[in-house]
């Protein structure tokens, strides 16, 4: 049921122009009102950013409970990238962007 939610969100983005931005592997951040609070990465960014939009709208771990309650306080929640992989083939994807988001982790710690 989950991955049906999953697969609506990207394709709702993706039919408002806004999916190009994630179709690709990097990191990528969750921002309320405008601060990044949190940072992740992934292989597929467009399908990641889907599954924390369908968690915060189901409340289904405490991290989206509180970005939901800060929603409903009238808080502006968004997803931004911060970084796309550069590399090519899989593994030097994961190394170059495991490396990169603990350096982003600092950044913005």
């Given at each position: 049921m989950r991955k049906r939610?999953?697969?609506n969100?990207?394709?709702m983005l993706r039919r408002k122009g806004l999916a190009s931005k994630y179709e690709s592997p990097?990191?990528?951040c969750i921002k309320?009102?405008?601060r990044v609070v949190y940072i992740g990465k992934s292989q597929n960014m467009l399908e990641r950013v889907a599954q924390h939009f369908v968690g915060i709208k189901q409340g289904s771990?405490?991290?989206?409970r509180i970005l939901a309650e800060a929603q409903r306080?009238?808080?502006t929640v968004g997803f931004d990238v911060l970084y796309y992989a550069k590399s090519k083939n899989k593994q030097e994807i994961l190394n170059e962007i495991g490396e990169k988001e603990g350096e982003l982790i600092r950044e913005f710690h």
């Open positions: 939610y999953v697969d969100v990207c394709k990097g990191i990528y309320l009102n405008e771990e405490r991290k989206y306080k009238g808080q």
